[in-house]
C-alpha cells in the first residue's frame, strides 16, 4: 500500500542553522512526490514538487529537496532557517498521478528558535 | 490567497447531527478535492469531483458525500456524526485533474 512516513514528529533549530526533514515513500510506480507547509489555522501551501527528471528540486522560500529511489526518501532542506519558517511541513505522494488524491505523511512540526 | 473560500471557518455539532460544509473557488476550477486533517495527523484523502462527478473516493463511510456545482462551489456532508468526525476539513480545488491544487483554510468542526 502506498504510505508516506515522516520520521520526525517535532524538530527544533536555531535561526540561520540549516534544516533537513525527512521523507520516506512506499510507493509502487515512480512517485509524484510533494512537500507543503501549513502555518496554524491556515490551509497548506506547496513549496515544491517532483515529477521526473532531476532529482533535486527548487522550491518557494528557499527550500529544496532531493529525490533518492534507492533510498524511498524526498528529504527537505533549506540552508540558513528563517523564524518565519516555523510551521508544520508535510511530504505527500500523489496516488493516482500528479496531484490526484493525495497521501500525507504525519507531518513535522519545526520550531525555530532566535 | 489561494482564491479557494471555505465556510464555515469554525462549526461545533453533536453527536448523530448531520453538517453541511461548503467550498467555493475561481471560475474553470472543476476539480475539488476533500481532506480530513485530525488534529496532530497529516490529512487524509475524502474524495474527489470532476465535473460534477465523483472521481475517487478514499476509505471514509458512505455517510460522507459530496456535490460540486456548475458555479465551481462544492459541498461536503456528513451524516450521523460521531466523535472521531472532529478534525480540520479542507478542500483543495484545481483546473483540471492532475494540475496543482490550491488550498482553502478549512473548516474546524467539533463534535460534542
Known amino acids: 500500500a502506498q504510505s508516506v512516513t515522516q520520521p520526525d514528529i517535532h524538530i527544533t533549530v536555531s535561526e540561520g542553522a540549516s534544516l533537513e526533514l525527512r521523507c520516506n515513500y512506499s510507493?509502487?510506480?515512480?512517485?509524484?512526490l510533494f512537500w507543503y507547509v501549513q502555518s496554524p489555522g491556515q490551509g497548506l501551501q506547496l513549496l515544491l514538487k517532483y515529477f521526473s527528471g532531476d532529482t533535486l528540486v527548487q522550491g518557494i522560500k528557499g527550500f529544496e529537496a532531493e529525490f533518492k529511489r534507492s533510498q524511498s526518501s524526498f528529504n527537505l532542506r533549506k540552508p540558513s532557517v528563517h523564524w518565519s519558517d516555523a510551521a508544520e511541513y508535510f511530504c505527500?505522494?500523489?496516488?493516482?498521478?500528479?496531484?490526484?488524491?493525495?497521501?500525507f505523511g504525519a507531518g513535522t512540526r519545526l520550531a525555530v528558535h532566535p | 490567497e489561494t482564491g479557494v473560500t471555505q465556510s464555515p471557518t469554525h462549526l461545533i455539532k453533536t453527536r448523530g447531527q448531520q453538517v453541511t460544509l461548503r467550498c467555493s473557488s475561481q471560475?474553470?476550477?472543476?476539480?475539488v478535492s476533500w481532506y480530513q486533517q485530525a488534529l496532530g495527523q497529516g490529512p487524509q484523502f475524502i474524495f474527489q469531483?470532476?465535473?460534477?462527478?465523483?472521481?475517487g473516493r478514499g476509505n471514509f463511510p458512505p455517510r460522507f458525500s459530496g456535490l460540486q456545482f456548475p458555479n465551481y462551489s462544492s459541498e461536503l456532508n456528513v451524516n450521523a456524526l460521531e466523535l472521531d468526525d472532529s478534525a480540520l476539513y479542507l478542500c483543495?480545488?484545481?483546473?483540471?485533474?492532475?494540475?496543482?491544487?490550491?488550498f482553502g483554510d478549512g473548516t474546524r468542526l467539533s463534535i460534542l
Open positions: 510507493y509502487g510506480a515512480t512517485p509524484y
Open positions: 469531483y470532476y465535473r460534477e462527478e465523483e472521481n
Open positions: 471560475s474553470g476550477h472543476n476539480t
Open positions: 505527500a505522494v500523489g496516488a493516482q498521478g500528479g496531484y490526484n488524491k493525495l497521501i
Open positions: 483543495a480545488t484545481a483546473g483540471g485533474l492532475g494540475q496543482p491544487q490550491h
